[in-house]
């Protein structure tokens, strides 16, 4: 007989799909649990039933084929209007059971036990259970073991929502502190044109090309979901990307992302010593409309530090440059080499400039959702 619903059964439903687990990949920590459910009772099946509105599904299985029943002929769907267990020692003598054709023809269900799967809240959305072809009880340590079973399932699914849940917050966040940054960065520029001196100009300048690396990364974040942890080859190729359309039309852009990853932070200081570097070379580098190039290497040593390379083949630093310009630059410099702990190399000559790093990569650990 088919099971009558759940009292809960709108609010059953809404917890199930809040876990996300229907119809996603097999995973070995639920593989494991109903494997070793399996062995401890010595059962031949054993499942990680979870009871839809319209079927049973199992996200982990051992000696059964299929992967789903309809919600009529499931065994698990009589299960979740118990309490806590449910063990019935031959099928064909249950009225709820005795006509299901999972019980009457292949594959044979002739014993059946189970503990639900319970939300914090009381909600049951399935059951880890156990199954033999034959008749048969199980004993009470064998019914203790599939309860604590059943409950270290539930702490990997809280777990996993909890985690889904955190990211998606961290996504949110990171979406509106890069449009947050955007906004700044247009009211800068509008007050940049406003300023009467070249010394209040070029300061604002460099506010802005932490400000545009911050943004930047935030928008990375964002579409990555990338946690804590950076891809710099990906984060540099989009600050590349976004230098491009403020290169002056006699100088092109040089860069081949490499991937290595970095923590968020580290990624920042490697993007505002590009930045900088970049920007004072489109100023400085090629006057006259002279035709060069600004190259950004990205590399990983033997030792595994990472190593960024920029450089120019411009004119190179000339007296004209202004003082301040040039020593507000190093300042942004010494400060990105200083979060990285590393030091800057910089080689200036008639054919260009060259400014090199290598810093050791802090990633930081990532906790699967």
Request: glycine letters at 4%.
């Amino acid at each position: 007989m088919k099971a009558p619903l759940h009292p809960r059964q709108a609010e059953r439903l809404q917890a199930l799909h809040a876990y996300e687990m229907l119809d996603s990949n097999p995973e070995k920590d639920f593989d494991d649990i109903v494997q070793l459910a399996s062995s401890i009772c010595g059962t031949p099946i054993s499942l990680m039933s979870l009871v839809d509105s319209e079927r049973q599904w199992f996200k982990a299985s051992v000696g059964l084929d299929i992967s789903e029943t309809p919600i009529e002929n499931a065994l698990c769907a009589h299960a979740i209007l118990e309490d806590e267990f449910i063990e019935i020692e031959d099928t064909l003598g249950d009225e709820r059971m005795n006509d299901n054709p999972l019980c009457t023809s292949d594959p044979d269900l002739r014993f059946y036990a189970a503990a639900l799967l319970k939300t914090p809240d009381g909600l049951p959305i399935g059951t880890l259970c156990v199954l033999d072809r034959k008749p048969r009880s199980l004993t009470p340590l064998q019914r203790d073991t599939i309860k604590v079973l059943a409950r270290q399932v539930m702490a990997q699914l809280e777990m996993r929502k909890a985690l889904a849940t955190a990211a998606t917050m961290r996504q949110e966040v990171d979406h509106r502190v890069k449009n947050s940054l955007q906004s700044l960065s247009a009211f800068v520029r509008i007050q940049e044109r406003r300023l009467q001196t070249e010394e209040a100009r070029v300061a604002v300048s460099k506010i802005m090309t932490r400000i545009d690396a911050v943004s930047t990364l935030h928008e990375y974040l964002y579409k990555t979901d990338a946690g804590s942890n950076v891809d710099l080859g990906v984060y540099l190729e989009k600050i590349v990307d976004y230098l491009r359309e403020t290169a002056p039309a006699n100088v092109e852009m040089e860069f081949t992302p490499v991937s290595i990853t970095v923590g968020s932070q580290q990624a920042v200081s490697v993007g505002t010593l590009v930045n900088e570097f970049v920007a004072n070379s489109f100023k400085h580098a090629f006057p006259d409309q002279r035709r060069g190039a600004v190259s950004i290497v990205l590399a990983k040593t033997a030792s595994g530090a990472v190593s960024v390379t920029c450089s120019d083949n411009g004119t190179g630093m000339t007296p004209d440059i202004p003082s301040q310009s040039g020593g507000l630059g190093m300042k942004i410099a010494e400060i990105a080499c200083m979060e990285l702990r590393c030091e800057l190399d910089l080689k200036i000559s008639n054919q260009g400039v060259t400014a090199s790093i290598e810093f050791t990569p802090e990633p930081r650990p990532q906790y699967r959702s």
